[in-house]
């Protein structure tokens, strides 16, 4: 059974003045994905800012997710990391607090051969009862998951349910699906590529657009799981403007920005993430107006 099917959202982490987490607003956003149809809470990835939080803020802030959330939908937590014993430790995390799943990204920088990937997700998935969904984005990692090893992993290893596709390369996802045989479920890493990986068989995305419009993420999601293209294809072309804008520079610098235009004041971001520039920034409200988000600033 799969942890979830339709839109898990890439949450942001709110933080406060002095940067620290600021989980009465965190408890806010939860609340509004929950309120507007979000199937998933993907907390601790790279749009929560997992890279510039200490261990001690990533087990914190996962705890505090699932206590928010109350199980009404999943938590898949990320708990990757470019040491095989951490991301082991933070999927034990994970787990203890409730999560539902882990989303664990590639090794980064010291960049795995296949064998290592093997090795790597072989044994967080020997240490620990959650399901893993892998993460492959070779364009923040220069690390790939071949379609070969994941039908590995994924024929050795029951936990290994799932992957995060976010090459950009869909010939890539076809032959993925192809070698696994039905075994792997495929969430959409890219907001641009929703609708033609779940024509294939893809369960869904996590999504970083899903934060200021979870709605029609949500919608968009179901309408291709019921066999309805025509109206899913229209909300995954209504939102490429506003998911062209969201990557204008790098994730999750123009989300936080857009959420904080649309008035809920989830903060800044931890250095060395900077402001969005003032050029960008402007393009990016034009667009979110045109798209019909509320924006108050």
């Known amino acids: ?24 607003k965190l408890d806010e956003m939860i609340q509004f994905q929950i309120d507007n149809g979000t199937d998933c809470i993907v907390i601790t990835g790279t749009t929560g800012e997992s890279s510039t939080l200490t261990m001690e803020e990533h087990a914190d802030v996962i705890r505090a997710a699932v206590q928010m959330t109350k199980h009404r ?17 933070l999927t034990n995390d994970a787990y203890e607090a409730g999560c539902e799943g882990a989303l664990i990204v590639t090794p980064y920088y010291n960049k795995a051969t296949q064998a290592g990937l093997i ?12 399901p893993i ?36 390369n869909v010939a890539q996802a076809v032959t993925t699906m192809d070698l696994c045989d039905g075994k792997l479920d495929m969430y959409s890493g890219e907001d641009g590529l929703v609708v033609p990986l779940m024509s294939i068989g893809a369960l869904g995305v996590i999504s970083v657009w899903s934060n200021v419009a979870p709605k029609d993420v949500h919608d968009m999601c179901m309408y291709a799981l019921d066999g309805d293209y025509k109206k899913a294809a229209q909300l995954q072309l209504k939102g490429r403007a506003l998911v062209d804008a969201l ?48 924006v108050v600033e």
Do not use: W
């Open 1 to 24: 059974m799969a942890i979830f099917k339709g839109a898990g959202v890439a949450i942001i982490t709110p933080m406060k003045e002095n940067l620290e987490v600021n989980y009465d």
């Open 133 to 168: 969904i892998m993460y492959n984005v070779p364009g923040r990692t220069g690390c790939n998951i071949l379609p070969q090893t994941a039908a590995t992993l994924v024929k050795k290893y029951d936990n290994i349910v799932g992957i995060k596709e976010a090459t950009g």
């Open 73 to 89: 939908i999943p938590v898949v937590a990320g708990t990757g990391s470019n040491c095989t014993k951490t991301a082991i430790e």
């Open 119 to 130: 090795s790597h997700y072989g044994q967080i998935a020997e240490s620990t009862k959650l």
């Open 247 to 294: 990557f204008s520079e790098v994730n999750p610098i123009p989300v936080k920005r857009a959420l904080n235009a649309m008035g809920f004041g989830v903060g800044s971001l931890r250095s060395p993430l900077t402001e969005m520039s003032e050029e960008n920034a402007a393009k990016l409200i034009q667009v979110m107006k045109d798209y019909g988000l509320k």
